[in-house]
T-cell receptor, first 111, second 115 residues
Framework: AQSVTQPDIHITVSEGASLELRCNYS??????LFWYVQSPGQGLQLLLK??????LVQGIKGFEAEFKRSQSSFNLRKPSVHWSDAAEYFC?????????FGAGTRLTVKP | NAGVTQTPKFRILKIGQSMTLQCTQD?????MYWYRQDPGMGLKLIYY???????DKGEVPNGYNVSRSTTEDFPLRLELAAPSQTSVYFC??????????????FGQGTRLTVV
């Protein structure tokens, strides 16, 4: 079955600094990969997704992610973090009737 | 344009009580899902439905029941609440084909505490 690992439980970055959140997946076929963001008390919002094609995908809010099949990774990046980016971030891999989520990475942004 | 709506937002139950978490969507989606989110564990699938009258178990179905009598509604029932069911519950929906073909929409969650 598909699975996702997010190695970092909590990351703190300074506002304006760059960000990279790590995600490793396990899936037998071509993976369908997603990054979601969850603000406190809110539902999940889709940041970006990868199905096929260009391995560098652009999302909303200035985020991007790169799919690397050789490393089974789908890391999320942002060149300059804003205070409003503080939230929990989930990487996920989709199967036909399920989506498997990582445990999440909580992002704190220092002023 | 409400999307996926869950009620209630918060609830405290005593051990052994029962309750129904409501979920409704107005996007005419065939596929609907219930997830639970525990701290440090991500979201895990409880049950899903691919259409009215059709439901199936997910990864963690024990202690829950569902029904799907209409396209719009997918209630989740807890019959005998236990402390292990303290969690945040999310309902989601997708179009036909599920997560691999269409975008998923999530409700804002129901925070349930069993004491």
């Amino acid at each position: 079955a598909q699975s996702v690992t997010q190695p970092d439980i909590h990351i703190t970055v300074s506002e304006g600094a760059s960000l990279e959140l790590r995600c490793n997946y396990s899936y037998g076929a071509t993976p369908y990969l997603f990054w979601y963001v969850q603000s406190p008390g809110q539902g999940l919002q889709l940041l970006l997704k990868y199905f096929s094609g260009d391995t560098l995908v652009q999302g909303i809010k200035g985020f991007e992610a790169e799919f690397k099949r050789s490393q089974s990774s789908f890391n999320l990046r942002k060149p300059s973090v804003h205070w409003s980016d503080a939230a929990e971030y989930f990487c996920a891999v989709a199967g036909f009737n399920d989506m498997r989520f990582g445990a999440g990475t909580r992002l704190t942004v220092k002023p | 344009n409400a999307g996926v709506t869950q009620t209630p937002k918060f609830r405290i139950l005593k051990i052994g009580q029962s309750m129904t978490l409501q979920c409704t969507q107005d996007m005419n989606h065939n596929y609907m899902y219930w997830y639970r989110q525990d701290p440090g564990m991500g979201l895990k699938l409880i049950y899903y439905s691919v259409g009215a009258g059709i439901t199936d178990k997910g990864e963690v179905p024990n202690g829950y029941n569902v029904s799907r009598s209409t396209t719009e509604d997918f209630p989740l029932r807890l019959e005998l609440a236990a402390p292990s069911q303290t969690s945040v519950y999310f309902c989601a929906s997708t179009g036909t084909g599920g997560f691999m073909n269409t975008e998923a929409f999530f409700g804002q969650g129901t925070r349930l505490t069993v004491v």
